[in-house]
T-cell receptor, first 115, second 109 residues
Framework: DTGVSQDPRHKITKRGQNVTFRCDPISEHNRLYWYRQTLGQGPEFLTYFQNEAQLEKSRLLSDRFSAERPKGSFSTLEIQRTEQGDSAMYLC?????????????FGPGTRLTVT | GIQVEQSPPDLILQEGANSTLRCNFSDSVNNLQWFHQNPWGQLINLFYIPSGTKQNGRLSATTVATERYSLLYISSSQTTDSGVYFCAVTNRRDDKIIFGKGTRLHILP
C-alpha cells in the first residue's frame, strides 16, 4: 500500500523547541495539503502546494510555521519556538487534481504534544 | 468563508440500527467528501460526492448541490462503524477545503 505517510507519528517537545514533520504523498499526486486538528474539532486547513509551489496559507499559519515542498514530492512542516497551543494532530493529505477532481487522501497524522 | 454544519453532533445507536448524518453548506461547492475518523485518528475516505448518489456496501451518500446539503446513510450499523464522521467541501471561489465539526457515532453491541 503506497498511501500517504507521515513521520514521526508522535512527538513530545518542550516549549520553545523547534520541531519538523515530514509528509510523503501518494507518488503521482500533484497537490499536498497540511491541516491541524485539535480535540473535538474537524481538521483546519493550514496550507497547500501544487507541485513545489505553495499556493495558499491560512491565517492560522503564523510566522513560526513554515512549510516546504522542495522538489514537488515530500513536504516538511516546521514549527519554531513551539508553544503549548501548538499541541495538536498535524495531518497531511494529497490529491491528484485533474478536471476539477480534488479527492484527498490523508496520512495517519503526527500528534504533537508541547510540554 | 463557507460554513459547513453537520448534524447531529452525537448519535448513539444499537447495533443493527440505521442512521442518517447530514451536512449543510452555505455556498456553492465543487467538491464534497465524507470521511470516517477511526479511534487512532486516521481519516478514511468514504465518498467523493460533489453531486448525485453513491453506494458502497452498507453505506450510501447523496449530495443535492443546488440545495446545499449532503446525507450519509449507514444501514445495519456495526460496532466498527463507531467514530467521527466528517464532511469536507471545497468552495468554488478557491481551493480551500473546509471541514465540518463532525458527527460522533457510538454503536452499542
Amino acid at each position: 500500500d503506497t498511501g500517504v505517510s507521515q513521520d514521526p507519528r508522535h512527538k513530545i517537545t518542550k516549549r520553545g523547541q523547534n520541531v519538523t514533520f515530514r509528509c510523503d504523498p501518494i507518488s503521482e499526486h500533484n497537490r499536498l495539503y497540511w491541516y491541524r486538528q485539535t480535540l473535538g474539532q474537524g481538521p483546519e486547513f493550514l496550507t497547500y502546494f501544487q507541485n513545489e509551489a505553495q499556493l495558499e496559507k491560512s491565517r492560522l499559519l503564523s510566522d513560526r510555521f513554515s512549510a516546504e515542498r522542495p522538489k514537488g514530492s515530500f513536504s516538511t512542516l516546521e514549527i519554531q519556538r513551539t508553544e503549548q497551543g501548538d499541541s495538536a494532530m498535524y495531518l497531511c493529505a494529497s490529491s491528484f487534481v485533474a478536471g476539477g477532481h480534488y479527492e484527498q487522501y490523508f496520512g495517519p497524522g503526527t500528534r504533537l504534544t508541547v510540554t | 468563508g463557507i460554513q459547513v454544519e453537520q448534524s447531529p453532533p452525537d448519535l448513539i445507536l444499537q447495533e443493527g440500527a440505521n442512521s442518517t448524518l447530514r451536512c449543510n453548506f452555505s455556498d456553492s461547492v465543487n467538491n464534497l467528501q465524507w470521511f470516517h475518523q477511526n479511534p487512532w485518528g486516521q481519516l478514511i475516505n468514504l465518498f467523493y460526492i460533489p453531486s448525485g448518489t453513491k453506494q458502497n456496501g452498507r453505506l450510501s451518500a447523496t449530495t443535492v448541490a443546488t440545495e446545499r446539503y449532503s446525507l450519509l446513510y449507514i444501514s445495519s450499523s456495526q460496532t466498527t462503524d463507531s467514530g467521527v464522521y466528517f464532511c469536507a467541501v471545497t468552495n468554488r471561489r478557491d481551493d480551500k477545503i473546509i471541514f465540518g465539526k463532525g458527527t460522533r457515532l457510538h454503536i452499542l453491541p
